[in-house]
């Protein structure tokens, strides 16, 4: 499947419901946690992609990876327009970004060039779990409409790029032991930082000690959900010798949201 740019400008109501996703405080703060964590991590991974490809001496830039570069900082811009409605409803979110751009800015300028490019595919790995996640059992049917439009489309082209960034990786350096570093440093920034925002957005919103919350975290993580076996099942196929992000077979999912 070819990487492809869509024009998109999903444009969010001046004013949401606090709980937007289920009237869930959990789900919807899970997600808003998404929202303030990708507008940077795309942008770490777009200027991580550039740097390579303006060392490399391989001639034209294939078209999949101009439109994944295109793809990821259109993600950005779309989540980060939600941004308004979160300053809107109160929440403080500076202090967090300030702590997420100080580690970003510290793996790009004290890590090689290399193990930032595993740090990137190990990301994108996981990113697309996450979508398929998302786009399966009609997970988000409950979330506001233009939030969960965005949260499809995000998804459905996380999956259809999902093999862009370990190319680019496999470009740079065949290294297995740099693929496995790189996919350790990734579940540890996105999970760490994805529940660190949840913690942020939940104790301003003075729901971090609800019961219901915690009830509802839980599942997701270990019962119900099961989404940290299902992240330690997909980071153990990554960590098979011969993988590429091409043997999952999910790409009916794109179908079902992009035509």
């Not at 740019?5 to 703060?29: A, C, L, M």
């Not at 009830?215 to 940290?228: A, G, H, I, P, R």
Request: charged fraction near 20%.
């Amino acid at each position: 499947m070819s990487v492809v740019v869509r024009p998109v400008n999903i444009e969010f109501p001046e004013q949401i419901d606090r709980y937007w996703f289920g009237n869930s405080p959990f789900k919807t703060h899970f997600l808003n946690s998404i929202t303030l964590l990708f507008p940077d991590v795309e942008q770490y991974i777009i200027r991580n992609v550039r740097q390579w490809l303006k060392q490399t001496s391989q001639g034209e830039i294939s078209q999949d990876v101009r439109a994944f570069i295109a793809q990821e900082a259109q993600h950005a811009v779309q989540h980060k327009n939600f941004w308004n409605n979160l300053h809107q409803q109160g929440y403080e979110i500076t202090p967090y970004l300030r702590w997420l751009r100080v580690l970003l800015n510290m793996l790009e300028k004290r890590l090689s060039i290399r193990l930032n490019l595993a740090i990137v595919a190990g990301i994108e790995h996981l990113t697309a779990l996450m979508a398929e996640f998302a786009l399966k059992d009609n997970f988000l049917a409950e979330a506001q409409p233009q939030l969960k439009a965005l949260f499809e489309w995000h998804a459905a082209e996380e999956i259809e790029h999902q093999s862009v960034a370990y190319d680019v990786f496999q470009s740079a350096t065949q290294s297995y032991p740099l693929r496995l570093v790189g996919m350790i440093v990734a579940h540890v920034l996105i999970l760490g930082f994805l529940n660190f925002g949840l913690a942020v957005m939940l104790y301003q919103d003075k729901q971090l000690f609800n019961s219901q919350v915690w009830q509802e975290m839980f599942q997701f993580w270990f019962t119900k959900d099961k989404f940290l076996a299902k992240a330690f099942l997909n980071s153990w196929d990554y960590c098979k010798k011969h993988f590429h992000p091409s043997q999952r077979d999910n790409l009916v999912l794109v179908q079902k949201v992009i035509s």
